[in-house]
């Protein structure tokens, strides 16, 4: 989209819709190698669980 972020690093572009930014701050992204490839970590302090409604059957 348009009004989405894009940071381009070395390795990895990110996209970042623009509406989920503020929910990024101070947010810690770490890529660990591992045996099977690797493992990304995304930890974000300010970000929200979503609202998710009962379903009555």
């Known amino acids: 989209m ?3 972020l894009i940071i381009n690093l070395e ?5 970042i819709e623009k509406r989920s930014v503020p929910f990024l701050k101070d947010c ?3 890529f ?4 099977f ?3 990304l ?3 974000a302090p300010n970000a929200r669980i979503p609202n998710i409604s009962l379903i009555v059957l």
């Open 41 to 43: 970590t995304i930890k």
């Open 32 to 35: 660990d190698n591992d045996t």
């Open 11 to 15: 390795s990895i572009n990110i996209n």
């Open 2 to 4: 348009p009004d989405d």
């Open 28 to 30: 810690v992204v770490n």
């Open 37 to 39: 490839g690797g493992q």
